[in-house]
C-alpha cells in the first residue's frame, strides 16, 4: 500500500466530509459530537465500532443515521441466541431450474453492518463475524467473496440484562478499532430530541451527504497523514503506560498501538491536518484502549473504570518536546 | 514534584558540608563555645532556604532570602548596638558596629598567636565566611544544578589547613566529602523530575562518570596541586591527614632536625602540666646549642657535672638568690626526655637525687632509662631574677673582661656565614646603644620590626641560613634565635640558642604545655648575671617580650579595641589564623591598616561574579533560537501557570487561558501564534520557519502579558 503525502485540497476534502456527516448526524442525535467524531475517525482509519451502553441512549440510531449520512449501502442484522453463522454471511441455494448453486449474500454484504446486541448470538455466529471483518472477505463453501468497500461494522452491545449472553471475549473486542459509550444527553440535548421527534421520524430528514468513492478517497488520504518521531514517542508512552500500570491486570497490546495511531491519523485528517498532534493521541486512547484492557480486582473494586484509568495514565505521561529544553551537559 | 524534593535535603547537607569546612581551621583557631552560635546561625539560615524553596519554584530567590536571614542573623549575634545590647534591628549605626567588629576581628587575627582563642568579633567573622560559602555552594549546586562542580568551593574552607599547616583534619575532611557527594547522588534523583527541574538541571542524566572526575580532580587539587602551587618546594610539602588524638603517638622535642615538625605538626598532645604560683612561665628550658655551621645547630656537649642540689644556675652570683621564691609543680606526661625542664632563672630542685646539673649549658640531667615519663618534681625559682637594671649593671664587668669564662664556642662564627655582612647589619641596627644590655635590645626590636615575618613556610637553604633569613625576613622562632644568636656574636656578645616549652595555656589551675609550644630562643651572656633570655620571635607567635625589655609602646603596637581582650593563647605556628592577611608584612610603620583594598576587590569580585550568573541567567532565559526553546521560555516564565509536562501545546495554551489571568486579545493571539509554531516545529512533516525575533516577541507578549494581568489582581484583591 502506497502513501502519499496529501495535498491541501485532499484535506480540505476531508474536513469538509466529516463536517458534512457531523452536521447531518447532529440533527438525530445533538449532544453526540464525541461519539460522532470517533465513529467518523473509525470509519476513515477502516476500523470498525464497538458501542456499548445501556438500551435507548441512541446507539442504533447513530449507526443507522450513519448509513444514511454516507450514500452507501447499510446492513442490519439483530443478533439472537438462534442465529446461524449462514444468516450473516449468506448462503448458497440450489436452483432447480438452472441445476445450480447460487449464493444468496447475507446482511454482511454491505458498506456499513450494524450488529444489534452482538452479545445474544452464538459464539459461533459471533465468530462468523468477526472473520468477515479482520478478513474483510466472507467465505462460503470454498469461495472467498470480498466485501464491498469502504467496509464499517458497528456492533452494538447490551452492557447490563446479561442473562443468556455470550461477552465478547478480550481477543475478540480487541478486533473492534474503538468502543463507544454514548452516554445519556445533557437535559437540553434531551428536550432537542423531543422536539425532533415530534410527531415525525428525524431519521427520515437525514440526507446523504458522502458516496462510498468519497470515502475511499478520504480513507486514501487519512493513509498519508504524517507522526512525527514525537508523536510515536508518546504513543508508545501511553500505550506502555498501560502495561506498567498497577491498576490493570491486562495492557494493551501492539495492535492497539497500529490503531491508536490509524484513528489519530484520521482525526488529524478530520481537522484538515496533515500531522497528528498528540492531542489527537489523547482524545481517542480512551475509545481505543479501554476496552482492551482489564482493570485490577482493587481498581474495579474501586469502582474504576478502565477509562477513568487510561486517564490517569494520561495524566501522567510527559508530552516530549521534539528536543529537550536546555539539554547541557551538566557536571 | 519528586524531583523538587532532594533539593530540600541537599541543602541541610551543603549546610553540613560548609559547616564542617571550619575543621579547615583547626590549626589557627581553637574550637571552643563559639561554634554553637556559629552552628545555630548557619542552621537557620540553611533553614530559611529550604522554606523559600518549598514557597518558590525560582532557582535563586532562596539564595537571596537566605543571605538576607544570614546577614540579619549575624548582625544580632555579633554586633553589639550602641548601648551594648542586641541589634535587633539594623541602623544606620550598625554599618559603624560592624566596622568595628570588622576591624576588631581583623586586628585580633592578625596579632593573636594561633592556634588562637576565638573572640566574638573573629567568630563573627568565621561565621560570615561560614555562611557565604553555604549559600554559594547552595546557590551552585541546588539553584543551578552544578551539584558536582560545587567541590570545588567547598574545598575553600580547606586551604588554609593545607597550605599552611599541610595537616587536615581528616574526620571532618571526610565528614564534609561525604556530605558532599551525598549531594551528587541526590541530585542524580532529579533527573526524573518535572519539567521544569529537567529545564533546569538539563535533560539528559549527567553519566555518572562526571561526579566521580569532580571527586577526582577536587582531591588532586586538595592533595596535590594546591600544596605543590602554594607552599612551594621542599620537604613537608605533602600534607599529612591528621589521626584522631586517641590514635596520635606522644610529643617529643626532636632535637636532630629542628622544631619544625614539633611547630607544623600542630600537635595538641599534652607534654607536660604545671601548677605555679607565680603566673603563666615564660619558658621551660631543656637544651642548649652552642655550635652552628651555617645551616645547622649541634648540641652542647655535657660538661662538668654535679649533683642537682642548691641553687641551680651557671654564674656564681651569690646566696642568697632565692629570697621570695614562686613554687612550681611540674607533672610531664608520656614525653621522654633526657633532660629535666626548668624556668630560665635561678632555680631549686625538690626532687630526684639521681638528677646532675651542668652548669656550662644550664640543663638538668636525668638518669633514668625512661627519662621524664610521668616525672613529677618542684620547682622554687627566683622570679623577677632578670632586671633592667642588674642587666646594666653587667656593662662594667664586660669591660673588665668577664666573658672569658665563657667557653670559645659561644663567639664562634662558622666560615659559611658572610660574617661581615651579618656584622654590618648587626652594628646598624645597634648603632645608638651604648653597653651589651641596649644592643640586646636593640636587635630583639629589630627582629620584632616590620622587616620580619613569622611563617614556616620557610625553604631549605644549603650553606648561609642567616644571610637568607636576614635577606627574605620570613622565618621561624628557629632562625629568628640563630640570626639573633649570630648577629650577638658578631659584636662579640657570647650567644647559644635554648631549647625548651613556651609556658602553654591556662586550664582551670593548671597549664597545659603541649606539643606545638615548643620554642627555640637567643641567650646572650651577661657577667656576673647569666644566660639571660630574649624574644626576637614576633609576638604573632610568642607573645609579650621578657618582662626585663622595654614592652612595646602604642606607637609600634596596632590599636587595641579591647585592651583586656589581649590575646593569651600560646605561642608557636602558623602565623595568623586568616591566611590571606597573615602573609602580609605589617605595614611601614607598624600599624596594620585595615584592609580595605582586599575588601573592595573582594565585594568587586563577588558582584562581578554576580553579574556574571545573572547575565548568564538572563541569556539562558531569553536564548531564544526556535519555536522550541521559545516555548520552553514562555513556560518557564510563567511557571506554575502553563500547566505540567502533560498537557500538550493546545491543552498547554488552553491551560494558561482558563487558568492564569487574563492575557487579553493580543498577549492570546501571540500565544496562539506561540502553539502553532511549536507544534509545527514539533510535529509537522516540515515545519514553516518562524524567524526568532517574533519568536521572541510572542514570548515577550505573553509573559508581560501575564505579568501585568496579575499586577492587576494583586492591585484589585
Redesign the interface.
Known amino acids: 500500500m502506497t502513501t502519499t503525502?496529501p495535498t491541501a485540497a485532499q484535506l480540505a476534502e476531508v474536513a469538509d466530509l466529516a463536517r458534512r456527516v457531523r452536521e447531518q448526524l447532529h440533527t438525530v442525535l445533538s449532544g453526540l459530537d464525541d461519539a460522532v467524531d470517533a465513529t467518523l475517525a473509525t470509519i476513515l482509519a477502516e476500523g470498525h465500532l464497538l458501542l456499548e451502553d445501556v438500551p435507548g441512549v441512541g446507539k442504533t440510531t447513530l449507526a443507522r443515521a450513519l448509513g444514511r449520512a454516507l450514500d452507501t449501502t447499510v446492513g442490519r442484522i439483530q443478533f439472537t441466541p438462534d442465529l446461524l453463522p449462514s444468516d450473516v454471511t449468506g448462503v448458497s441455494v440450489f436452483r432447480g431450474d438452472e441445476h445450480r448453486f447460487e449464493f444468496r449474500p447475507g446482511p454482511v454484504f454491505a458498506n456499513i453492518v450494524v450488529a444489534d446486541e452482538i452479545n445474544r448470538a452464538s459464539p459461533k455466529t459471533q465468530a462468523a463475524l468477526l472473520e468477515s471483518m479482520q478478513e474483510k472477505a466472507v467465505t462460503v463453501d470454498g469461495e472467498t467473496r470480498p466485501l464491498p468497500s469502504p467496509f464499517l461494522v458497528v456492533a452494538t452491545q447490551n452492557p447490563i440484562d446479561m442473562e443468556g449472553t455470550y461477552p465478547l471475549p478480550e481477543a475478540q473486542r480487541d478486533r473492534f478499532m474503538t468502543r463507544i459509550a454514548v452516554g445519556y444527553p445533557s437535559p437540553g440535548d434531551e428536550i432537542a430530541m423531543l422536539d425532533a421527534h415530534d410527531g415525525h421520524d428525524p431519521l427520515a430528514e437525514v440526507r446523504p451527504v458522502a458516496t462510498a468513492a468519497d470515502l475511499e478517497r478520504a480513507i486514501a488520504t487519512v493513509r498519508g497523514i504524517?507522526?512525527?518521531p514525537?508523536?510515536k514517542q508518546y504513543l508508545v508512552d501511553v500505550v506502555r503506560g498501560t502495561r506498567g500500570s498497577a491498576d490493570l491486570r491486562l495492557g494493551a497490546s501492539p495492535r492497539s498501538s497500529l490503531q491508536l495511531l490509524a484513528a489519530a491519523k484520521a482525526r488529524a485528517a478530520m481537522a484538515g491536518r496533515?500531522?497528528?498532534?498528540?492531542?489527537d493521541v489523547?482524545a481517542l486512547a480512551a475509545p481505543v484502549l479501554a476496552h482492551r484492557v482489564i482493570p485490577a480486582a482493587q481498581a474495579r473494586a474501586a469502582g474504576r473504570s478502565a477509562e477513568a484509568v487510561i486517564h490517569d495514565i494520561?495524566?501522567?505521561?510527559?508530552?516530549p518536546?521534539?528536543?529537550?529544553?536546555?539539554?547541557?551537559?551538566?557536571? | 514534584m519528586n524531583g523538587g524534593r532532594w533539593r530540600l535535603l541537599a541543602t541541610p547537607l551543603i549546610a553540613i558540608a560548609a559547616g564542617l569546612g571550619v575543621g579547615g581551621l583547626s590549626g589557627l583557631v581553637v574550637f571552643g563555645d563559639w561554634l554553637r552560635p556559629t552552628g545555630a546561625v548557619l542552621g537557620a539560615t540553611a533553614a530559611v532556604v529550604v522554606l523559600a524553596r518549598l514557597a518558590t519554584g525560582r532557582p535563586f530567590l532562596p539564595s537571596v532570602a537566605g543571605a538576607l536571614a544570614g546577614a540579619w542573623l549575624i548582625v544580632v549575634a555579633y554586633v553589639p548596638g550602641p548601648d551594648g545590647g542586641t541589634t535587633w534591628l539594623p541602623r544606620g549605626e550598625t554599618l559603624d558596629g560592624l566596622r568595628v567588629v570588622a576591624e576588631r576581628a581583623y586586628w585580633y587575627a592578625q596579632t593573636s598567636v594561633a592556634p588562637a582563642e576565638v573572640e566574638a568579633s573573629l567568630a563573627g567573622a568565621i561565621t560570615l565566611a561560614v555562611v557565604a560559602l553555604f549559600l554559594a555552594v547552595d546557590a551552585l549546586a541546588v539553584g543551578a544544578g552544578f551539584a558536582a562542580s560545587s567541590g570545588f568551593l567547598l574545598l575553600a574552607p580547606w586551604l588554609p589547613a593545607l597550605t599552611l599547616e599541610r595537616r587536615v583534619p581528616t574526620l571532618a575532611l571526610a565528614g564534609a566529602l561525604g556530605a558532599w557527594l551525598a549531594v551528587i547522588a541526590l541530585s542524580r534523583r532529579s533527573d526524573r523530575g518535572t519539567w521544569r527541574a529537567r529545564a533546569r538541571d538539563g535533560a539528559s542524566p549527567a553519566a555518572p562518570g562526571a561526579a566521580l572526575a569532580a571527586t577526582a580532580a577536587t582531591l588532586l587539587v586538595a592533595l596535590v596541586a594546591a600544596p605543590l602551587a602554594i607552599g612551594g618546594p621542599g620537604w613537608g610539602a605533602m600534607p599529612r591527614l591528621t589521626l584522631p588524638a586517641s590514635l596520635g603517638g606522644n610529643s617529643r622535642l626532636d632535637l636532630e632536625i629542628d622544631l619544625r615538625n614539633s611547630l607544623t605538626e600542630q600537635s595538641a598532645e599534652p607534654v607536660l602540666t604545671y601548677t605555679s604560683d607565680s603566673g603563666r612561665m615564660d619558658v621551660l628550658r631543656a637544651y642548649s646549642f652552642g655550635t652552628f655551621d651555617g645551616t645547622s645547630w649541634d648540641r652542647d656537649p655535657v660538661g662538668d657535672t654535679a649533683p642537682a642540689t642548691g641553687v641551680l644556675w651557671p654564674e656564681d652570683t651569690g646566696s642568697p638568690l632565692i629570697a621570695e621564691p614562686g613554687t612550681l609543680a611540674i607533672r610531664f606526661g608520656a614525653s621522654a626526655e633526657s633532660r629535666v625542664f626548668v624556668p630560665a632563672v635561678p632555680r631549686t630542685l625538690a626532687a630526684g637525687s639521681e638528677w646532675r646539673y651542668d652548669a656550662s649549658t644550664d640543663e638538668v640531667l636525668i638518669d633514668r632509662p625512661e627519662g621524664t615519663t610521668d616525672l613529677r618534681y618542684t620547682v622554687r625559682l627566683a622570679v623577677d631574677f632578670h632586671t633592667e637594671e642588674t642587666l646594666r649593671a653587667a656593662d662594667a664587668l664586660v669591660a673588665a673582661g668577664g666573658d672569658s669564662a665563657v667557653p670559645a664556642r659561644y663567639l664562634d662564627l662558622n666560615e659559611r656565614i658572610d660574617i661581615d655582612k651579618v656584622r654590618q647589619v648587626a652594628q646598624a641596627v645597634t648603632g645608638s646603644a651604648t653597653g651589651r644590655y641596649e644592643q640586646a635590645v636593640a636587635l630583639q626590636d629589630y627582629f620584632r620590626g616590620p622587616n620580619f615575618t613569622y611563617s614556616t613556610d620557610v625553604a631549605q637553604t644549603t650553606g648561609d641560613a642567616v644571610s637568607t633569613f636576614l635577606a627574605d625576613g620570613n622565618g621561624y622562632c628557629v632562625q629568628f634565635a640563630t640570626a639573633m644568636v649570630v648577629m650577638a656574636r658578631t659584636l662579640d656578645i657570647p650567644a647559644r640558642m635554648a631549647i625548651g616549652y613556651l609556658g602553654g595555656t591556662a586550664d582551670g589551675d593548671e597549664y597545659v604545655v603541649r606539643g606545638r609550644d615548643a620554642h627555640a630562643w637567643p641567650e646572650l651572656y651577661f657577667p656576673g648575671h647569666g644566660w639571660v633570655r630574649f624574644e626576637p620571635t614576633p609576638a604573632v607567635q610568642t607573645g609579650d617580650r621578657p618582662a626585663y625589655t622595654p614592652q612595646d609602646t602604642p606607637e609600634n603596637e596596632p590599636e587595641q579595641p579591647f585592651a583586656t581582650e589581649r590575646p593569651t593563647a600560646v605561642p608557636s605556628r602558623a602565623p595568623v589564623p586568616e591566611p590571606t592577611v597573615g602573609a602580609e608584612a605589617p605595614t611601614e610603620d607598624g600599624s596594620a591598616g585595615f584592609p580595605w583594598i582586599t575588601v573592595v576587590v573582594l565585594a568587586l569580585a563577588a558582584a562581578g561574579g554576580g553579574a556574571a550568573l545573572w547575565a548568564r541567567g538572563r541569556a539562558r532565559a531569553s536564548a531564544v533560537t526556535d519555536a522550541e526553546s521559545a516555548w520552553a521560555t514562555m513556560r518557564r516564565r510563567l511557571g506554575v501557570r502553563a500547566g505540567d509536562e502533560t498537557l500538550t501545546p493546545a491543552e498547554t495554551e488552553r491551560w494558561i487561558v482558563s487558568e492564569g489571568p487574563d492575557l487579553g486579545d493580543a498577549a492570546r493571539a501571540s500565544l496562539a501564534s506561540l502553539r502553532a509554531a511549536v507544534e509545527d516545529a514539533r510535529y509537522a512533516p516540515t515545519s514553516r520557519a518562524v524567524d526568532a525575533e517574533a519568536l521572541s516577541r510572542w514570548v515577550d507578549d505573553v509573559t508581560h502579558a501575564a505579568k501585568e494581568a496579575e499586577r492587576g489582581e494583586k492591585a484589585r484583591g
Open positions: 503525502v504524517y507522526a512525527s514525537a508523536v496533515d500531522h497528528v498532534l498528540p492531542d489523547k494520561l495524566a501522567r505521561v510527559a508530552v518536546a521534539a528536543r529537550a529544553p536546555e539539554a547541557l551537559s551538566r557536571g
